[in-house]
């Protein structure tokens, strides 16, 4: 049957009655042929001769086939159409009606199928490696274009208002630092002028790269940064965008050899091409019956080297094990004549033990009629030694009782003794009282001679100090008297010398007055004056 994603694309793009009209006979067509190739699977591997061309693609259509059945089938799309929408067109163009942004969500998603869908099943059929010039190709990166620019922001800019879809891709970069590697590639291509350019060069990059689902899933998982770029419907902040990055992992079985460096990406015209997915009814027959047939050889070639693989993986565990009998049977034949050896030793080793065992037997018995005869003689001499040893305990015995009046003696004197060392603590600590007290006293009275002696120190040093001043003014002194002395004495010569000189000044006063013949009264004048 016709996938829901061809109803949706057949009734968007339908406008009139007639052109709805022959879009659904075109479906009924496909369904039809859908039934009539189901129908021919069951005997299709008599007529699949022509199919063996292609054998070197059966690993990977099998693997494409498989991972867009199991996409498709596990992702639910949340603004989903009805399977009888074909039914009912007036209620669901009513829905479209009142929310336009989910019937554009839905054609988008659609679109994406048919062309996935078709990108995948053209790679396989025809050849692996793709290039820039393959129309599926290029049609796919025209409608991941338009579903990235779903709901997008306008931003105002100097030169008016543009939508950017270079920006939500660098957010990649800075979620999964391997992005950094395209990136930095898109941003030195010297081509790109416009970020709409470098968006599409990125695409194709990341598409080579086999990770455009991934770098995806990431940027989808953050709708806090893609509010920034999107509206709140858009594409990618839906469950749509969900869905179509889980188509994207089917990509990720074909090759592409993108010439990004040489391509004018900024002037292309992101148009769809719709003649695409709008083929005749016979060619789709055919391609239906022989896409059956290879799947069906295919499925059969599948099975075959399955089971071949399983049978070798089991032949190659079986040749181990047998390898590993073998080196266990060696080993175990190697223990055996080790064990056998070891036996014929342990047997001689066994023989020289009996014949060591039987000599210390007869050694031991004589040993034992030895210790016979000494054990009669030990015994008669312990029971002579017995009687002693009573005596000996009687004496002990009294010993003891000795001994412990002696003991209780001892306790009573101990307890004397403990009373008066009791006693003697007590006076002992009474003396260190006192002995204290004395002590101190004894210390103030030693700080007071320290003083006297420092006292009696200065003192004595004062007194030296005075006595050699003492013995200095002697010294003086006495030079003093010597001095005075001197002075007496000439003092005395001085007198003496003086008597002598009036004396002879009054003998010569007194020739001289008899001499001249003055008047007397003058003369007795200068007599006197001289005498004086």
């Given at each position: 049957m016709a996938s829901p994603a061809e109803h949706d694309l057949a009734l968007s793009e339908a406008d009139g009655s007639k052109e709805k009209?022959?879009?659904?006979?075109?479906?009924?067509?496909?369904?039809?042929?859908?039934?009539?190739?189901?129908?021919?699977?069951?005997?299709?591997?008599?007529?699949?001769?022509?199919?063996?061309?292609?054998?070197?693609?059966?690993?990977?259509?099998?693997?494409?086939?498989?991972?867009?059945?199991?996409?498709?089938?596990?992702?639910?799309?949340?603004?989903?159409?009805?399977?009888?929408?074909?039914?009912?067109?007036?209620?669901w163009t009513a829905q479209a009606l009142r929310d336009p942004m989910a019937m554009e969500r839905a054609n988008l998603l659609n679109m994406a199928k048919l062309s996935i869908k078709g990108l995948i099943e053209s790679a396989l059929s025809f050849g692996r490696t793709l290039d820039s010039d393959y129309p599926p190709l290029q049609q796919f990166f025209?409608?991941?274009?338009?579903?990235l620019k779903h709901g997008l922001r306008v931003k105002k800019s100097f030169l008016g208002f543009n939508k950017s879809l270079w920006g939500p891709l660098e957010l990649v970069e800075k979620l999964c630092p391997e992005a950094a590697e395209i990136s930095a590639s898109v941003r030195d291509l010297p081509g790109l002028k416009t970020p709409l350019g470098r968006a599409r060069a990125w695409l194709r990059l990341a598409l080579m790269q086999k990770r455009l689902a991934d770098y995806l899933r990431l940027l989808i998982t953050r709708k806090d940064l893609l509010s920034d770029f999107y509206e709140n419907s858009a594409l990618m902040l839906?469950?749509?965008?969900?869905?179509?990055?889980?188509?994207?992992v089917g990509l990720n079985v074909i090759d592409a050899n993108l010439c990004v460096k040489g391509e004018d990406l900024d002037?292309?015209?992101?148009?769809?091409?719709?003649?695409m997915y709008l083929k005749n009814d016979i060619d789709d027959y055919r391609s239906e019956e022989r896409n059956s047939q290879i799947a069906?050889?295919?499925?059969?070639?599948?099975?075959?080297?399955?089971?071949?693989?399983?049978?070798?993986?089991?032949?190659?565990?079986?040749?181990?094990?047998?390898?590993s009998l073998?080196?266990?049977?060696?080993?175990?034949?190697?223990?055996?004549?080790?064990?056998?050896?070891?036996?014929?030793?342990?047997?001689?080793?066994n023989h020289q033990l009996r014949s060591e065992n039987s000599l210390i037997v007869l050694k031991a018995q004589q040993h034992l009629e030895v210790a016979h005869g000494d054990v009669s003689v030990e015994r008669d001499t312990y029971k002579q030694s017995r009687q002693g040893l009573d005596e000996m305990y009687n004496e002990a015995r009294k010993q003891l009782k000795e001994e412990c009046q002696l003991r209780q003696d001892v306790e009573n004197e101990l307890v004397v003794q403990v009373s008066m060392k009791q006693e003697m603590e007590l006076a002992m600590k009474l003396l260190e009282k006192d002995i204290h007290e004395k002590q101190d006293t004894l210390i103030g009275l030693r700080h007071q001679l320290d003083d006297v002696k420092a006292i009696n120190v200065e003192m004595y040093?004062?007194?030296?100090?005075?006595?050699?001043?003492?013995?200095?003014?002697?010294?003086?002194?006495?030079?003093?008297?010597?001095?005075?002395?001197?002075?007496?004495?000439?003092?005395?010569?001085?007198?003496?010398?003086?008597?002598?000189?009036?004396?002879q000044t009054r003998t010569l006063a007194m020739s001289f007055v008899k001499c001249a013949s003055t008047d007397t009264e003058h003369q007795y004048k200068l007599v006197k004056d001289i005498s004086f």
């Amino acid at each position: 049957m016709a996938s829901p994603a061809e109803h949706d694309l057949a009734l968007s793009e339908a406008d009139g009655s007639k052109e709805k009209a022959q879009v659904f006979g075109i479906l009924r067509l496909q369904e039809e042929k859908a039934a009539a190739g189901d129908r021919a699977n069951s005997s299709g591997a008599a007529r699949a001769a022509g199919g063996a061309d292609g054998r070197w693609q059966a690993p990977i259509f099998a693997l494409a086939r498989k991972a867009s059945e199991t996409i498709s089938g596990s992702i639910h799309v949340l603004p989903k159409v009805s399977e009888h929408r074909a039914s009912l067109p007036g209620e669901w163009t009513a829905q479209a009606l009142r929310d336009p942004m989910a019937m554009e969500r839905a054609n988008l998603l659609n679109m994406a199928k048919l062309s996935i869908k078709g990108l995948i099943e053209s790679a396989l059929s025809f050849g692996r490696t793709l290039d820039s010039d393959y129309p599926p190709l290029q049609q796919f990166f025209v409608v991941m274009e338009h579903c990235l620019k779903h709901g997008l922001r306008v931003k105002k800019s100097f030169l008016g208002f543009n939508k950017s879809l270079w920006g939500p891709l660098e957010l990649v970069e800075k979620l999964c630092p391997e992005a950094a590697e395209i990136s930095a590639s898109v941003r030195d291509l010297p081509g790109l002028k416009t970020p709409l350019g470098r968006a599409r060069a990125w695409l194709r990059l990341a598409l080579m790269q086999k990770r455009l689902a991934d770098y995806l899933r990431l940027l989808i998982t953050r709708k806090d940064l893609l509010s920034d770029f999107y509206e709140n419907s858009a594409l990618m902040l839906e469950e749509e965008g969900a869905v179509i990055v889980g188509l994207l992992v089917g990509l990720n079985v074909i090759d592409a050899n993108l010439c990004v460096k040489g391509e004018d990406l900024d002037s292309q015209v992101g148009v769809i091409d719709f003649s695409m997915y709008l083929k005749n009814d016979i060619d789709d027959y055919r391609s239906e019956e022989r896409n059956s047939q290879i799947a069906s050889i295919l499925d059969q070639k599948n099975y075959v080297e399955e089971l071949n693989r399983q049978l070798n993986s089991t032949v190659h565990g079986l040749q181990g094990r047998v390898d590993s009998l073998e080196k266990s049977n060696s080993k175990l034949i190697e223990e055996l004549a080790i064990a056998k050896n070891n036996i014929i030793k342990l047997q001689e080793e066994n023989h020289q033990l009996r014949s060591e065992n039987s000599l210390i037997v007869l050694k031991a018995q004589q040993h034992l009629e030895v210790a016979h005869g000494d054990v009669s003689v030990e015994r008669d001499t312990y029971k002579q030694s017995r009687q002693g040893l009573d005596e000996m305990y009687n004496e002990a015995r009294k010993q003891l009782k000795e001994e412990c009046q002696l003991r209780q003696d001892v306790e009573n004197e101990l307890v004397v003794q403990v009373s008066m060392k009791q006693e003697m603590e007590l006076a002992m600590k009474l003396l260190e009282k006192d002995i204290h007290e004395k002590q101190d006293t004894l210390i103030g009275l030693r700080h007071q001679l320290d003083d006297v002696k420092a006292i009696n120190v200065e003192m004595y040093q004062k007194m030296q100090s005075s006595d050699e001043e003492m013995k200095k003014k002697n010294d003086v002194i006495s030079r003093l008297e010597e001095k005075t002395n001197q002075i007496t004495a000439t003092m005395k010569q001085l007198e003496q010398s003086d008597k002598d000189l009036l004396s002879q000044t009054r003998t010569l006063a007194m020739s001289f007055v008899k001499c001249a013949s003055t008047d007397t009264e003058h003369q007795y004048k200068l007599v006197k004056d001289i005498s004086f």
